[in-house]
T-cell receptor, first 114, second 113 residues
Framework: AQSVTQLDSQVPVFEEAPVELRCNYSSSVSVYLFWYVQYPNQGLQLLLKYLSGSTLVKGINGFEAEFNKSQTSFHLRKPSVHISDTAEYFCAVSDGGGYQKVTFGIGTKLQVIP | NAGVTQTPKFRVLKTGQSMTLLCAQDMNHEYMYWYRQDPGMGLRLIHYSVGEGTTAKGEVPDGYNVSRLKKQNFLLGLESAAPSQTSVYFC????????????FGSGTRLTVV
């Protein structure tokens, strides 16, 4: 069985400061990894994904994530956040098999402070 | 380009009432999913469909039924609503391979009183 752990439920950060949102996963097979963002009262939007190849993945809005197989992590980073980045961020893992079941983490709320 | 459209956006039901949530996608996606989102629990899969006419149970299917009579539509039914079904419901679709990721609708906020 696969699982996802988002280590922080809330992360406050000042505007223009860097941020890292942590995600660890467990799976017995090769995985696909995703980060989604949910703005208030909206659905989830795909931010970036890791399928294979380069372990550093770049996404929309200046976010990037690094896949670390040995530490089973897929942390999300941004070097300088903006007020508009205030949202909830979900890490997700898929084993790519069958119906491509996706398991979501419980989310991390990023609050950018002016 | 609408993507995934959910109706209604809000609904209040009395315990025991029934209702149907509609999800429509215009991207010709094969896979469609219904999730519920609850505080502190993330998203949990209720039912999913891998193509027109097919449905399957997810993690938390009890109390829900689904139908996919047309490729573009995926309906979620609550037979007899219970307060435990108060939640935000999201529909999602994907092209096929999970490598494309999901496209989500904007959600339906359901309250059962």
């Amino acid at each position: 069985a696969q699982s996802v752990t988002q280590l922080d439920s809330q992360v406050p950060v000042f505007e223009e400061a860097p941020v890292e949102l942590r995600c660890n996963y467990s799976s017995s097979v090769s995985v696909y990894l995703f980060w989604y963002v949910q703005y208030p009262n909206q659905g989830l939007q795909l931010l970036l994904k890791y399928l294979s190849g380069s372990t550093l993945v770049k996404g929309i809005n200046g976010f990037e994530a690094e896949f670390n197989k040995s530490q089973t992590s897929f942390h999300l980073r941004k070097p300088s956040v903006h007020i508009s980045d205030t949202a909830e961020y979900f890490c997700a893992v898929s084993d790519g098999g069958g119906y491509q079941k996706v398991t979501f983490g419980i989310g991390t709320k990023l609050q950018v402070i002016p | 380009n609408a993507g995934v459209t959910q109706t209604p956006k809000f609904r209040v039901l009395k315990t025991g009432q029934s209702m149907t949530l509609l999800c429509a996608q215009d991207m010709n996606h094969e896979y469609m999913y219904w999730y519920r989102q609850d505080p502190g629990m993330g998203l949990r899969l209720i039912h999913y469909s891998v193509g027109e006419g097919t449905t399957a149970k997810g993690e938390v299917p009890d109390g829900y039924n689904v139908s996919r009579l047309k490729k573009q539509n995926f309906l979620l039914g609550l037979e007899s609503a219970a307060p435990s079904q108060t939640s935000v419901y999201f529909c999602a679709s994907s092209y096929g391979s999970q490598s494309y990721g999901y496209t989500f609708g904007s959600g339906t906020r359901l309250t059962v009183v």
